[in-house]
């Protein structure tokens, strides 16, 4: 059986509503021999495992740190005043895109969501496993994970496994074969986005936008790709909780982290698990041990 690590971030006021219950939840359900990387944001992790390494994300990603100082005036770079791009037309005549929205949306904060991608970056390069798993700390395990479950979402002869939907994937839950020769190459792409602002010549700035424009070329050269969703994000807006993974995981995305459960209507499949035929009345809120 392969190796597996799982790497995940946020900040104090996110560890706080939701990611100290997702490190709980991990070292309850999760194989013993499954390590998590929790890469802190301003805050000490009070938990206490084996399992359960942190580190702080800043002083592991100094090319995080260069990028925020390159872009900390910059507020395209912030998601608040999106690209104003313009069709230049022979004779010099210029018009703006007419499909562009420029309203201040979550597609263009790069900066944001590079905390994200930095902090798999370094877990690549840092982790002794076959495969890394990032797991969003807005997530929260009810039900036993085995070895054999993480070995299908992963085929040895892809180089990724993600949640795929028509317009880009959901990057809540996605696997790095780290022993796939494209894997190395894809991962030094990817991250020469940030490191050479080369993510302001795409159409969208996020993480997992970007995700897929680079496995896209990795594709290009041959390389095969896994979806972890099996189709079910082509109906499936919360991807995640209909796919595979719902059976022992729920994903807390936008405001759903509220009330700490996405809600029964999010589910367009069937499922029997005691913890979705409760879904409806909030759970009990983490709280320190």
Same mark, same amino acid.
């Given at each position: 059986?392969?190796?597996?690590?799982?790497?995940?971030? +946020?900040?104090? /006021?996110?560890?706080?509503?939701?990611?100290?219950?997702?490190?709980?939840?991990?070292?309850?359900?999760?194989?013993? *021999?499954?390590?998590?990387?929790?890469?802190? *944001?301003?805050?000490? +992790? *009070?938990?206490?495992? $084996?399992?359960?390494?942190?580190?702080?994300?800043?002083?592991?990603?100094?090319?995080?740190?260069?990028?925020?100082?390159?872009?900390?005036?910059?507020?395209?770079?912030?998601?608040?005043?999106?690209?104003?791009?313009?069709?230049?037309?022979?004779?010099?005549?210029? =018009?703006?895109?007419?499909?562009?929205?420029?309203?201040?949306?979550?597609?263009?904060?790069?900066?944001?969501?590079? !905390?994200?991608?930095?902090? =798999?970056? @370094? /877990?690549?390069?840092?982790?002794?496993?076959?495969?890394?798993?990032?797991?969003?700390?807005?997530?929260?395990?009810?039900?036993?994970?085995?070895?054999?479950?993480?070995?299908?979402?992963?085929? %040895?002869?892809?180089?990724? $496994? +993600?949640?795929?939907?028509?317009?880009?994937?959901?990057?809540?839950?996605?696997?790095?074969?780290?022993?796939?020769?494209?894997?190395?190459?894809?991962?030094?792409?990817?991250?020469?986005?940030?490191?050479?602002?080369?993510?302001?010549?795409?159409?969208?700035?996020? @993480?997992?936008?970007?995700?897929?424009?680079?496995?896209?070329?990795?594709?290009?050269?041959? /390389?095969?790709?896994?979806?972890?969703?099996?189709? =079910?994000?082509?109906?499936?807006?919360?991807?995640? =909780?209909?796919?595979?993974?719902?059976?022992?995981?729920? !994903?807390?995305?936008?405001?759903?982290?509220?009330?700490?459960?996405?809600?029964?209507?999010?589910?367009?499949?069937?499922?029997?698990?005691?913890?979705?035929?409760? +879904? $409806?009345?909030? %759970?009990?809120?983490?709280?320190? %041990?």
């Amino acid at each position: 059986m392969r190796r597996f690590a799982v790497v995940t971030t +946020c900040h104090a /006021a996110g560890y706080e509503t939701y990611g100290r219950l997702m490190a709980q939840t991990f070292l309850q359900y999760w194989p013993a *021999e499954v390590t998590l990387d929790f890469y802190t *944001e301003g805050f000490d +992790c *009070e938990l206490r495992d $084996g399992r359960l390494r942190t580190h702080d994300l800043l002083a592991s990603s100094p090319g995080l740190v260069a990028f925020k100082q390159r872009h900390a005036d910059n507020p395209v770079a912030h998601g608040k005043k999106p690209p104003f791009r313009r069709l230049t037309l022979p004779g010099g005549i210029a =018009i703006p895109l007419p499909l562009r929205s420029r309203k201040k949306s979550y597609r263009y904060n790069a900066v944001r969501f590079a !905390h994200k991608t930095f902090a =798999i970056f @370094d /877990a690549a390069r840092r982790v002794d496993a076959d495969v890394l798993i990032w797991v969003d700390a807005d997530t929260r395990f009810f039900a036993p994970v085995t070895l054999e479950m993480l070995d299908s979402f992963m085929p %040895p002869d892809c180089f990724v $496994g +993600c949640l795929r939907r028509p317009k880009f994937t959901e990057a809540g839950f996605v696997t790095y074969n780290l022993r796939h020769p494209q894997t190395a190459q894809f991962l030094d792409d990817f991250e020469r986005l940030y490191t050479q602002d080369l993510l302001f010549a795409e159409r969208e700035y996020h @993480d997992a936008f970007l995700f897929d424009v680079v496995r896209e070329r990795a594709e290009a050269r041959g /390389a095969r790709s896994y979806d972890i969703a099996e189709g =079910i994000g082509a109906k499936a807006s919360h991807v995640l =909780i209909n796919s595979r993974l719902g059976s022992f995981m729920d !994903h807390m995305k936008g405001n759903r982290k509220e009330s700490g459960q996405s809600r029964a209507g999010d589910l367009v499949v069937a499922r029997d698990e005691t913890y979705w035929q409760e +879904c $409806g009345s909030a %759970p009990t809120k983490p709280g320190k %041990p």
